[in-house]
């Protein structure tokens, strides 16, 4: 039984100690064991909210499971893993923390750029090998006026456009079904269209959620456009890029080369091909995961509290 003075939120995976502090003197606070819906079913049966991560899924079986569940939260920004039509349904609230890891993830990304740019993992292999002539052979080249294509230009591709601009003097392109007038007045950026971008960036940032049409949307006809010399880089959803023909553009040089902190599928096997590119930087989905955007993100508990005290939270999610 539960402490019937506080509300019951149930945690799929462990978030920063402040945020689960704070969340501890409102409620109750219940871990998963398993994120398999048989072992989560019973464990719904009267909690008031949900948080999850990155792993495991929020089903229409568990929710109407969970008679007195008001309110279903995302630790971080994708909710694919949430069925939000029958949360609208069942009258639960979704919410979610969309600018919570802008920076960490947009650091990131540049940090790849600047990384594939200067040949750094071959240099440091290299040197750490024994290698010093290295230095007469892995020439790299400046970000430094070179044009930035970034694909879906919100909040995190609005700051990666910010950094390049302003930090490296990188003219941008950016692709979006929705206009940018911030981003056109304060970055001098160009609204294009997607051919255009692919054949004028050197560098492509893609920042884009997974949806029916955008799976794929980086495929082979749209890596033979990109530049010889272009660099792709993804922080967005690895379904987003045809992962088998990215492989072909890298190991047949239709690209120079690529960042990628996302894959389809992940965890991504230990005999993926990418890991045996020396073209290729790559990280384990955790752009997001500075100490600062990890406690950003788990403050969430804070929408998750106010929905269920009856007050509005701060960033719902529409429930489309």
Same mark, same amino acid.
């Given at each position: 039984m539960h402490d019937m003075g506080k509300p019951v939120v149930l945690l799929y995976e462990a978030i920063h100690p402040k945020a689960l502090a704070w969340l501890e003197q409102h409620a109750e606070v219940r871990m998963a064991d398993s994120l398999e819906e048989e072992a989560l079913l019973p464990l719904v049966q009267d909690v008031d909210g949900i948080i999850i991560r990155a792993n495991g899924k929020v089903t229409r079986r568990l929710m109407e499971a969970a008679p007195r569940l008001k309110v279903v939260a995302r630790h971080g920004t994708g909710v694919e893993a949430i069925d939000r039509k029958a949360a609208a349904e069942l009258g639960?609230?979704?919410?979610?923390?969309?600018?919570?890891?802008?920076?960490?993830?947009?650091?990131?990304?540049? =940090?790849?750029? #600047?990384?594939l740019a200067k040949r750094i993992l071959q240099a440091d292999k290299a040197l750490r090998g024994g290698d010093w002539s290295a230095r007469y052979r892995l020439t790299g080249v400046e970000l430094f006026g070179k044009t930035l294509g970034v694909i879906g230009i919100g909040r995190i591709g609005?700051?990666?456009?910010?950094?390049?601009?302003?930090?490296f003097s990188m003219p941008v392109l950016y692709y979006d079904a929705?206009?940018?007038?911030?981003?056109?007045t304060s970055l001098g950026a160009r609204r294009v269209e997607f051919d255009e971008l692919l054949s004028q960036a050197d560098f492509v940032t893609v920042h884009l959620p997974l949806l029916p049409s955008t799976q794929g949307i980086i495929?082979?006809?749209?890596?033979?456009?990109?530049?010889?010399? =272009?660099?792709? #880089?993804?922080?967005?959803?690895?379904?987003?890029?045809?992962q088998q023909a990215l492989i072909r553009a890298l190991q047949e040089g239709w690209i120079a080369g690529a960042g990628l902190d996302v894959f389809d599928p992940e965890p991504l096997p230990a005999d993926s091909p990418l890991l045996r590119l020396e073209n290729v930087v790559v990280t384990p989905h955790m752009a997001a995961h500075t100490d600062e955007a990890l406690l950003r993100m788990a403050m969430v508990v804070e929408d998750v509290i106010a929905v269920i005290e009856g007050r509005p939270p701060k960033f719902p999610v529409p429930l489309d």
């Open positions: 639960i609230v979704v919410v979610n923390t969309p600018e919570a890891n802008v920076e960490s993830v947009a650091e990131q990304c540049v =940090a790849m750029m #600047i990384i609005y700051r990666v456009a910010e950094i390049c601009h302003q930090g929705i206009p940018n007038p911030k981003a056109e495929n082979e006809d749209a890596l033979r456009r990109m530049k010889a010399g =272009a660099y792709l #880089i993804n922080s967005s959803r690895g379904r987003v890029v045809d």
